[in-house]
């Protein structure tokens, strides 16, 4: 099927097609790549010759003189970088000589990178050599983000996903420029990041049987985590790391029993039940641990945050909860990383570079509008739209559905500027999706409650407001069931969506 140019999600802020300008990827065809845009060529070559079987080759343009930008090469496609662009932004260009591709920086031509795919027939996705004619539609995008944090969270606490696993999530995520995957790494049934001052974590909550029901087991060593980082960076994904405290931390007590109150070790959970465990705010063997815990994950992480979580906290007194944070955030900074919490976190006193994470229901909610005013910066992910474990219906599984069901209109249907009195614009670091993993089993589960309510928060974080609109949307995410299908990427086939 013929696309569109303006046939994309996140819908790009500007789009000017000239139906009569299209331009054909042939056998011969070249790729130059100026200097800064090497890397993004690869993906982009990487892209490209699976299902067109040509070569693609990659050189620095036919003018490449020292120092100077190469020309682009006729009938080629070009990629540069303007930095007047903008962090983020990008233009792509398609006319009979060619496509161009310009980045305001690496990840802004990255983005150009999944538009020109998304332009593309679907077959472009095949792993094999497909026999397809791979025009592109011509005329001009010029695209740019509303928000700097788009992020999607994967839980590996209660069901734990391998390296493997996490790389193909983050894979499909990019395609819609996610630059954010917050892992939760922690909870009352499983520790999966190996701390090496305190290797008993892993030992004892990493293992067999430690996910929800009995799942598992599994925890990433620091190089296997290193190296998962390192593979989000080359795509433009910032990792943000949780720890849950000072609830959510049964599966560490088990492994530390002096992190209880009274030393003794509780037996492990695989239930679903949240709000019983808390560290001890008045115990140093607490700050001693989550000391040892933040200096490590800071270390290896080049990001700049260190989400704390915060939430749930039933089992910790107010005055604890309190005492607890009040300790704990300056550690965050020793490390020199900035601090991110649930939204729960508004009631401890915070330093301002603090960021909340609204996951809240009702917008009644005035903690984290009073944080808001006094600048701390907000991630909305309300969890009757962006949770993407809420089951799509009633008769959908897997899923939860205590934020209510959420189906691909209600997922679309909002807007982060407007879900709190109080929480504008410009108090919004971004949103994020997180998908908790409670009732999931494998990747195909986690991809079907992703796919499609992912793409729908992504344009929200993204496209200018002016775009958005439900008709199109829905127009558009139809034609994604093949990209998925030919990616072996399992999506729920949402019935108010008209597939091809
Ligand atoms: C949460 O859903 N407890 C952040």
Known sequence: ?????????????????????????????????????????????????????FDLPIGPGPDA?????????????????????????????????????????????????QTLRQVLPAEIHADGPRETVWTVPGGLIADRPRFGYRGAMLDVARHFFSVAEVESYLDALVQFKINHLHLHLTDDQGWRLEIESRPELT????????????????????????????????????IVPEFDMPGHVNAAQVAYPELTADGVAPGPRTDLEVGYSSLVAGKEETYAFVEDVLREVAALTPGPYLHIGGDEAQATTPEDYRAFIGRVLPLVAKYGKRPVGWHELAGADLPGDAILQYWGIDAADDTTAGAAARGHQVIMSPADRSYLDMRYAADTRPGLDWAGVTDVEKAYGWDPAGRLPGVGEDNLLGVEAPLWSETLRSLADAQTMTFPRLPAIAEIGWSPRVTHDWESFRRRLAAFGPRWREQGIAYHPAPEIPWQ
Do not use: K, N, W
């Open 203 to 238: 030992v004892v909550s990493g293992g067999a049987g430690t996910g929800v029901d009995g799942a598992g087991p599994g925890f990433y060593t620091q190089d296997e985590y290193a190296g998962l980082v390192a593979y989000a960076a080359a795509r433009f994904v910032t």
């Open 1 to 53: 099927m013929t696309r569109e140019l303006g046939d994309v999600i996140p819908a790009p802020g500007e789009v000017r097609p000239d139906p009569a300008a299209g331009f054909t990827i042939e056998t011969g065809v070249t790729i130059s790549a100026a200097p800064g845009t090497e890397a993004v060529a690869e993906h982009l070559a990487a892209a490209l010759r699976p299902a067109t079987g």
């Open 65 to 113: 003189g020292a120092g100077a930008v190469p020309a682009r090469t006729p009938g080629g496609i070009h990629l540069e970088l303007d930095e007047t662009l903008g962090d983020e932004a990008y233009r792509m260009v398609v006319d009979p000589g060619g496509i161009v591709l310009t980045g305001g920086d690496p990840a802004g031509l990255f983005y150009a990178v």
